[in-house]
């Protein structure tokens, strides 16, 4: 035909030889950017600039990529380039997560649940026995409750700073901290009981035996408390169980089966276990050969005046937790009430009561572990799937996350509550021929604090889960807020009916502080939501 | 006698905290420029590295500035500094003082960077301006802004859109990309933060973000600016970052966008830039760097170091091909091991031997061992990990081997070619200019021409002793190391000289 010009042999060769570079390209880095980068890309590749005019009829790399260019970008448009599709999550993978991280969640509350387990079958615990006198279990109990207090900041900073440390694979910078925070909460632990021990020579709240047991097992359990929290930040959970069953095997061993003064034994079994979890941890973090040789140029730890600006909130959240969860004890085992010989006084049908409602709140803490790990693996794939001018649908994806998790908590924990009563019900019939178990039963007061402490244990799961998105994305301050009003809260009514109503009230001051934590903590998530795509961002 | 001219010297992922060649060529300077002080600033990835050289005398300062792995910047960066003074950086920044002075100029930069025409002396007095403000504010605290992220969400979106009409499905940027787009800014700007010390030259080793605070000190004092390619940065970061599979395409943009936009910048401001070889002129020119500019400054070996020696008894009678190459995907070690298995069908005995680190890419090293496995290779390709002498290496084989994929005037070539060991390396970089005529070039990735070039100078005793005893000549006459140490030394006090001219010249005009 008159005027048409068909492209010779030499020119089609080339044009495929062109069109294999650009597979090639494809193949190496998807879709280009720019025919620079496809220059740099077939650089990379092994082709030169002298070969381009005879191979490819082009001048050089540069004006090759052009072509190359084009044509990559053609094929993509085709489809013809591998697409990066987020990968959908089904409803099996959603299940598989769920058990993964629920029974995460119960085998954290192993080691408390063995205790219990322990006391109810053999009567004993690591620093219980179930036929303490008042007194005795008013020793015990006050050191038992001042040591989470005191240690709870330096738990909850021990965790995060090892976690971040061992996350980035730096074992030497953890184990640094790791003791370092130790050797804190260790000192601050002596300093605190040092410091009552003073308090109590002048004002003689207490005598001065009564207080010197006391601080021991305060001293032993807060010494307890911060290995454990080593070894569970390096993840090590059935450790923990481990230890806490030899040392409850020690106290039997020595009490039941050698006589020993009750005291004694629980001091030697905390001993036993403080020793092994402190000797476990070392074991955990300690040097390999090769790494005791290494000396980095940055401060392997943060200076004091750091660690403190970057945990603070962390531990005042921590020591705002652990007194929430003990100012109810404190305020109405303080009232005056019949019986009561000291200030602080403790009371058996109070505690069996807390002790009941607090079995349901091991079953809702799996479910929080649940949700915070889902949330997590989610948190990716869900930025992925949103286009960005679609950040408003984004956010609203993460609102119906949340709402159904939170209802899932709510029926979650209201099931358990409900289990709980049944089960230990049908336990006190089945087993009311044994004179404890009629014991358990036979105060109302048992079962008032029961209900009011079921509930509230159901509210403070709600502000747990609130608090752990808070925590997941590095803001603690909504959390830290809702948590001192609730304990002001807690506070002011615990002191009002425990004094006004009767002693055992106290507990509503829980209920009602545990309700301003969750109410709070819940208006700050749903103003939360609507701007998460900014708090993901700044989680750093 | 007045003090001593100090230097501003700027390196990214290599010296004094990593081996390699770039790591050799700065211990090189430092230790034979001693009438220069220098003050280093290092940028690494993580905070927690080991020094790797002993340092001379005439390094006054190692400054490390990790872009990851730090909850608080400053403390791996300023840990001399009081926390107090920091702390007065951070309560000073608030949703207002950010919108007011931060924003402003931060959109600008945004601009600048999305815009491949961008003027790059604008954007290095936007460099400027961001700096001064984080002299004041802190540099975390304004990144976590609110309102710098909604500004940066509405301008990217409705500028990315503008700008690039009919966009793909898969071009268009997810949720995911604007919080990594952010985040890498806050990563990457991290040396904006750092205090830059009043010197007399500044000198980065790379067009990249190292040299971030060089531009301050040149926008600040008119401090001369010396650029050192050794790869071309815009050129590897257009490689690097389009392989990574895990990226979208708008992330691989804005990144590449970035690196671009940082490398335009210090080539602009440069007053020199060294390239050391030829090929990597080409990419600087493309990126706006003027002729008068450049000059290659070929890397240089000591040949009393570095000279002929009898191969050592253990490995006589026995074909030993040599490298030296830390074991990672860019040496393409893979080719090596399977060209090892074409030569073995030629020379069963024949022995590669590859000195380098293995703990690089514990992956690739991983991946290697397997190969070697796979191809039933564990008496002929060993991987013997790093070598203390360095200099005893290439003696200890008959040639030597180069298969890297990137390269820039690698040592390993004149190392090698110094101690009369002929080279068969991949054409790459500049390892023509060096070995051509000196030894053999063979494609990239072709295992099967790396193998035909080993076979040949193995079998060829004349063709080997005659290459080997070349291409030291040529060492002797081209890539000495003195010859290159006078040459930066030269550079260095002519740029310096070139600032006190102008500097009377200003004041001549004033007067």
């Known amino acids: ?540 | 006698m007045g003090k001593r001219p100090a230097v501003l010297f700027e390196t990214e992922g290599t010296y004094p905290f990593v081996g390699g060649g770039v790591s050799t060529w700065a211990d090189i300077l430092v230790n034979n420029l001693p009438e220069f002080d220098f003050y280093i600033y290092a940028i690494t990835g993580l905070p927690y590295v080991e020094f790797k050289y002993k340092l001379p005398k005439n390094v006054k300062l190692v400054r490390q500035i990790p872009l990851w792995g730090s909850e608080e910047p400053f403390e791996d960066i300023f840990f001399e500094v009081p926390f107090s003074s920091i702390y007065m950086r951070k309560t000073k920044v608030n949703e207002r003082a950010v919108l007011r002075k931060f924003i402003p100029i931060f959109i600008e930069f945004l601009s600048s960077l999305m815009d491949p025409f961008s003027n790059p002396e604008d954007t290095a007095g936007y460099i400027w301006l961001m700096h001064r403000y984080f002299s004041e504010y802190d540099y975390k605290e304004t990144f976590r802004s609110f309102t710098l992220w909604q500004e940066f969400k509405r301008f990217v979106i409705l500028k990315y859109i503008e700008d690039n009409q009919f966009l793909h499905e898969d071009e268009m940027p997810s949720v995911y990309d604007l919080t990594l787009a952010m985040r890498w800014l806050y990563h990457y700007l991290m040396p904006l933060y750092v205090d830059v010390p009043e010197v007399d030259l500044s000198h980065a080793t790379a067009a990249g973000f190292c040299g971030i605070p060089s531009v301050v000190a040149k926008m600040r004092d008119g401090t001369p600016l010396i650029v050192t390619d050794h790869g071309v940065f815009a050129r590897e970061r257009y490689i690097g970052i389009g392989s990574e599979k895990s990226l979208s395409f708008f992330a691989k943009k804005f990144l590449i966008n970035l690196s671009i936009l940082v490398s335009k910048m210090l080539y602009k401001l440069a007053d020199k830039v060294l390239p050391v070889c030829r090929f990597n002129t080409v990419w600087e020119r493309i990126f706006g760097v003027e002729e008068e500019k450049i000059k290659v400054i070929y890397n240089g070996v000591d040949p009393e170091v570095f000279k002929p020696k009898p191969k050592p008894q253990k490995n006589q009678g026995i074909p030993t091909v040599v490298a030296a190459a830390r074991i990672m995907p860019l040496k393409d070690i893979e080719t090596m091991i399977k060209s090892c298995a074409i030569v073995r069908e030629e020379i069963p005995n024949v022995k590669f031997i590859v000195y380098g680190s293995l703990d690089v890419d514990p992956l690739y090293t991983r991946k290697c061992q397997l190969l070697i496995k796979q191809l039933k290779l564990e008496d002929n390709f060993i991987l013997a990990g790093h070598h203390p002498n360095p200099s005893e290496i290439y003696n200890e084989g008959d040639i030597s081997v180069l298969s890297s994929i990137s390269e820039g005037f690698p040592y390993t070539v004149i190392e090698s070619m110094a101690c009369a060991r002929p080279v068969v390396a991949t054409d790459v970089g500049g390892v023509r200019e060096a070995l051509e005529g000196f030894g053999i070039i063979v494609r990239p990735r072709d295992p099967k021409a790396l193998a035909e070039g080993i076979i040949k100078l193995l079998t060829d005793h004349e063709l080997r002793e005659t290459l080997g005893r070349r291409a030291r000549e040529e060492v002797l006459a081209k890539y000495r190391i003195n010859s290159t140490i006078e040459e930066y030394k030269k550079s260095y006090f002519e740029a310096i000289q070139k600032l006190k001219v102008d500097e009377r010249e200003e004041l001549s005009v004033k007067y």
């Open chain 1, 1 to 540: 035909m008159k005027g048409k010009n068909f492209p010779s042999n030499t020119e089609i060769e080339r044009l495929k030889k062109i069109e294999k570079v650009a597979d090639e390209v494809i193949e190496k880095i998807g879709n280009p950017v720019s025919p620079l980068q496809v220059s740099a890309v077939i650089e990379s590749l092994g082709y030169r600039h002298a070969d381009c005019p005879t191979e490819f009829g082009k001048k050089n790399i540069f004006e090759l990529s052009k072509d190359v260019y084009k044509i990559c970008k053609l094929k993509v448009r085709r489809g013809k380039a591998k697409k990066g599709k987020t990968k959908q999550l089904g409803f099996l993978h959603s299940f598989w997560i769920f058990i993964r991280y629920f029974s995460g969640g119960i085998a954290l509350g192993l080691p408390i649940a063995s205790q219990i387990a322990f006391i109810a079958f053999t009567g004993y615990s690591l620093w219980a026995w179930i036929k303490f006198t008042e007194l005795q279990a008013t020793i015990v109990a006050l050191g038992t409750i001042l040591s989470f207090i005191v240690t709870g900041g330096f738990t909850q900073v021990i965790g995060r700073e090892v976690t971040y440390y061992l996350s980035i694979g730096n074992k030497i910078t953890a184990r640094a901290i790791a003791f370092k925070l130790f050797n804190y909460g260790f000192a601050t632990s002596i300093a605190f009981g040092f410091l009552l021990f003073i308090l109590n020579l002048v004002f003689e709240i207490f005598p001065k035996k009564f207080l010197l047991i006391a601080l021991v097992y305060y001293f032993l359990l807060s010494i307890l408390w911060l290995s454990t929290s080593l070894i569970y930040s390096a993840k090590r959970k059935l450790a923990v169980f481990t230890i806490l069953s030899i040392g409850t095997l020690v106290v039997i061993w020595l009490h039941k089966f050698n006589s020993l003064n009750i005291h004694i034994a629980h001091i030697i079994g905390l001993t036993t276990s403080d020793v092994l979890m402190t000797l476990w941890a070392r074991f955990i973090f300690r040097l390999k050969k090769g790494e005791k040789k290494i000396t980095y140029v940055s401060l392997k730890v943060k200076r004091r005046s750091v660690l403190a600006y970057v945990n603070s909130p962390f531990f005042k959240f921590g020591l705002y937790y652990f007194l929430l969860l003990f100012l109810d004890r404190l305020i109405s085992w303080s009232a005056p009430s019949k019986g009561k010989f000291y200030l602080f006084w403790f009371r058996t049908p109070y505690e069996l009561g807390v002790d009941w409602a607090l079995l349901s709140f091991g079953l809702m803490l799996a479910m929080l572990e649940y949700t915070v790990n889902d949330f997590s693996e989610k948190l990716i794939p869900t930025q992925k799937k949103f286009p960005a001018f679609e950040i408003k649908s984004h956010n609203a994806w993460y609102l119906n996350f949340y709402l159904v998790k939170f209802s899932l908590l709510v029926i979650f924990g209201l099931a358990s509550i409900i289990a709980v009563y049944l089960i230990v019900m049908k336990l006190g019939e089945v087993y009311q021929h044994i004179k404890e178990v009629r014991e358990f039963f036979s105060s109302p007061i048992t079962f008032k604090v029961f209900y009011l402490a079921s509930i509230s244990y159901l509210f403070l799961a709600i502000g747990l889960l609130n608090n752990l998105f808070f925590f997941t994305l590095w803001k603690p301050e909504f959390g830290l807020k809702a948590i001192r009003s609730a304990l002001l809260v807690d506070l002011v009514v615990g002191l009002i009916s425990s004094r006004l109503i009767s002693w055992e009230y106290g507990v509503l001051g829980f209920t009602l502080g545990s309700l301003v934590f969750a109410i709070t903590t819940t208006w700050y998530m749903l103003k939360f939501l609507k701007t998460i795509d900014y708090q993901y961002y700044s989680a750093f």
